[in-house]
Each structure stands twice: as structure tokens, then as C-alpha cells.
T-cell receptor, first 112, second 114 residues
Framework: EDKVVQSPLSLVVHEGDTVTLNCSYEVTNFRSLLWYKQEKKAPTFLFMLTSSGIEKKSGRLSSILDKKELFSILNITATQTGDSAVYLCAVDPPEGAQKLVFGQGTRLTINP | NAGVTQTPKFQVLKTGQSMTLQCAQDMNHEYMSWYRQDPGMGLRLIHYSVGAGITDQGEVPNGYNVSRSTTEDFPLRLLSAAPSQTSVYFC?????????????FGSGTRLTVV
């Protein structure tokens, strides 16, 4: 069964710290790995990763995928209180399967 | 630009009652899906559809029905509500060709069954 595991489940840091969130998966032949940020309501899209070793960046956030070791990381530098959220990792399966598989999420809390 | 619209935003049901959660999208997305989100469980797929007239089960389909009579609408029906169905429900849609990773989510429905 396809599985996505995120760690840690919860993380509390101080504003300005750098954090690394982990996502490991047991899914074969997927099309992409995705990161979402969920504050109070619907998840919002952050990154889509399809190739191994290529870093995607958006401001203070960056993510990289390692297809050989079956994991991805999401880095947030110079954290701000607005980064407090649940971060979700999901794997987009091969064409035809049509079932996005989510991890449990990491709850990140940034204290001022 | 409505995107994905879910109604209602909140609902309280008594055990045994039935109800329909509505989901509509105006982006001409082929793919639509329903997830439930429970604490510590992430998002779990209930049902999904790849086009009008086509539906399939996800990971946790028991107690729920869906239909897809039009491209725009994908309602989720709870047949006989149980306390275990207390959850936050999200509808999501995407184009099939670009991969379902490019989801657009609705704002969610918080359902409590007492």
C-alpha cells in the first residue's frame, strides 16, 4: 500500500530559526511530490517536485527531492510567525491511479 | 473566479440523519475528489471522479455516496450519519492532463455528528 510519512509531527521554534521538515514515501513510479501549507482552512500549494536533486525555491522556502532514497525535505529559513501552519506532503501517483496520497502533516509553530 | 465552492461551511447532525455536502467548481476540471481530515491523520481520500458519470472509491468510502452528473458538481452524501464521521471535509479538483497534483481545494465543511 502506498504510504507517505512526515516527520516530525510537531515542531516549535523561535522566530528567525531555520527548520527542516521531512517527508519519506513508499510509492512507486509517482509523477510528482507536492508540498502544501495549511493554515486555518484549505491547503494551499507550495511546491511540485518531479525530478531528483533539483531544488525548488520560493523566497525563504525551498524543497528538494531524492528519488533514490525516497524522501523530500522542505526548508524554511528566517522563520516568521506567519509560517506557523500544518505542512502537508503528498505524492501524485502514476497516470491512471488518480489517488493523491497525503502524509499526516507537520504542525509548525513559530514563537516570537 | 469562484474556484471550488463548498457548502455548508459548518453542520451539526444527529446520529442517523442524512445530508449532502455540496461541491462545485467553475474551472472545467475533469478530476474532483472528497477528503476528510482528522487530527493526526492527514487527508484521507473518500471518493473521486475523473469525469461526468465516472466515480470510484478512495481509502475510506464506507458510509458515503457520490455522483457526478455534471463536470461542475460533485456532491457527497452521508447516508446515515455516525459520530465517527465527525471531521473536516475538503473537496478538491484539478485537470487530469497536468496531473492531479495541481489541486484546488475548497474551504472545507466542518461536520459534527452528535
Amino acid at each position: 500500500e502506498d504510504k507517505v510519512v512526515q516527520s516530525p509531527l510537531s515542531l516549535v521554534v523561535h522566530e528567525g530559526d531555520t527548520v527542516t521538515l521531512n517527508c519519506s514515501y513508499e510509492v512507486t513510479n509517482f509523477r510528482s511530490l507536492l508540498w502544501y501549507k495549511q493554515e486555518k482552512k484549505a491547503p494551499t500549494f507550495l511546491f511540485m517536485l518531479t525530478s531528483s536533486g533539483i531544488e525548488k525555491k520560493s523566497g525563504r522556502l525551498s524543497s528538494i527531492l531524492d528519488k533514490k532514497e525516497l524522501f523530500s525535505i522542505l526548508n524554511i529559513t528566517a522563520t516568521q510567525t506567519g509560517d506557523s501552519a500544518v505542512y502537508l506532503c503528498a505524492v501524485d501517483p502514476p497516470e491512471g491511479a488518480q489517488k493523491l496520497v497525503f502524509g499526516q502533516g507537520t504542525r509548525l509553530t513559530i514563537n516570537p | 473566479n469562484a474556484g471550488v465552492t463548498q457548502t455548508p461551511k459548518f453542520q451539526v447532525l444527529k446520529t442517523g440523519q442524512s445530508m449532502t455536502l455540496q461541491c462545485a467548481q467553475d474551472m472545467n476540471h475533469e478530476y474532483m475528489s472528497w477528503y476528510r481530515q482528522d487530527p493526526g491523520m492527514g487527508l484521507r481520500l473518500i471518493h473521486y471522479s475523473v469525469g461526468a458519470g465516472i466515480t470510484d472509491q478512495g481509502e475510506v468510502p464506507n458510509g458515503y455516496n457520490v455522483s457526478r452528473s455534471t463536470t461542475e458538481d460533485f456532491p457527497l452524501r452521508l447516508l446515515s450519519a455516525a459520530p465517527s464521521q465527525t471531521s473536516v471535509y475538503f473537496c478538491a479538483s484539478s485537470y487530469l492532463k497536468t496531473g492531479i497534483g495541481g489541486y484546488t481545494f475548497g474551504s472545507g465543511t466542518r461536520l459534527t455528528v452528535v
